[in-house]
């Protein structure tokens, strides 16, 4: 077993038409490289194009608490919080209007002339029965949902964290014997469903640093589709450094015919987690810190951006005193903040 069952809630998309609405007149209010948005309270730029092209949400939750924050003069607490609300993170495409979620995204990234950050996590028998267990109810419902999040991205430029534990749960074998086929079929599918677009990028989940060694993935991954994907994705939900995960991305990648990479740099300020049990050194662990931030000025040729995949702030289920999976924790996102440098 690896410590890489990041809780990842698709509930984070803020799926309902009227906070899509408001990111939309948000982001159609601003402008690239600095303006500022149209104000939920606290005040949202986008950051510099030339190193972070990402798009960030003007009315996500990390600047909603931000705003609220700064209403109630806790100025403390709304510095640290900036931190998270000024930067782009991943959005997590809900089960029940993928094409509305995509839609409405992509086209509030292209009014602020950014890439809108996508994450699709609802492969059928998801997560193998921990706190973000679920998904689409069978192959058929998860082909619909990829049609629909294609149609909501259109021509638009997007990039695409595809499936996280995916194929990890192919190769620990906690997925039965039974959907291994299908899994494989679907996430190819989903691949070349999603390269077929325009301006999408498409990156599968390949794990992080600490769950095993490249040699038990790479066949794995050309099976899901690698070879049409522009590349993978590692240490997504996870805290393991970006500098061990770069040594994991590009030992992984010799090994797919030199594919290149993201980072999920999020929570891995302080790196991994020692101490406890360890099969949840993953869930919520005391003492992390926010990583890097988003950018596409990376380390090395091979890594095309680090990401904030997983959203921080948002639990990763209901253990070491956290409440549900994609659930916001004030202090756990105050302290991953303070945390940081």
Not at 147 to 160: E, K, L, Q, S
Not at 240 to 246: H, K, Q
Not at 308 to 331: F, L, N
């Amino acid at each position: 077993m690896y410590d890489t069952r990041g809780a990842r809630s698709s509930a984070r998309a803020r799926a309902s038409a009227a906070v899509l609405g408001a990111a939309l007149l948000l982001a159609g209010c601003s402008s690239s490289d600095g303006d500022k948005a149209a104000d939920t309270g606290a005040r949202i730029t986008q950051q510099p194009k030339a190193a972070d092209p990402f798009w960030v949400n003007p009315d996500g939750t990390a600047a909603r608490r931000l705003a609220a924050y700064e209403k109630a003069g806790k100025k403390t607490e709304a510095t640290q919080i900036r931190k998270i609300a000024e930067q782009p993170v991943g959005e997590w495409i809900g089960p029940e209007n993928p094409e509305r979620e995509a839609r409405g995204f992509t086209e509030a990234a292209e009014k602020s002339d950014r890439t809108a950050l996508l994450v699709l996590y609802d492969i059928p028998h998801r997560d193998c029965g921990q706190y973000s267990q679920g998904g689409a109810a069978d192959g058929n419902a998860y082909r619909a949902w990829i049609d629909g999040v294609a149609r909501g991205i259109g021509d638009r430029p997007a990039t695409v964290v595809l499936e996280p534990d995916a194929v990890l749960h192919l190769v620990d074998g906690c997925t039965p014997d039974e959907f291994r086929e299908e899994r494989y079929d679907l996430l190819k599918g989903a691949v070349a469903k999603l390269k077929s677009l325009k301006n999408t990028k498409v990156y599968l989940d390949a794990g992080n640093a600490g769950w095993g060694h490249p040699d038990q993935i790479f066949q794995p991954l050309q099976q899901a589709g690698i070879d049409q994907a522009d590349g993978f994705a590692v240490n997504v939900s996870n805290f393991y450094s970006t500098e061990d995960s770069i040594a994991y991305g590009k030992q992984l990648s010799a090994k797919v015919g030199g594919k290149h990479f993201v980072v999920d740099t999020s929570r891995n300020g302080n790196g991994p987690y020692t101490e406890g049990d360890p099969a949840q050194k993953w869930c919520n662990p005391p003492g992390r810190a926010l990583g890097e931030t988003p950018t596409t000025k990376t380390a090395d040729p091979l890594v095309d951006a680090y990401l904030w995949v997983k959203r921080p702030g948002e639990s990763d289920g209901t253990c070491k005193g956290g409440p549900k999976a994609g659930q916001w924790w004030a202090s756990y996102a105050l302290a991953l903040a303070t945390n940081s440098k």
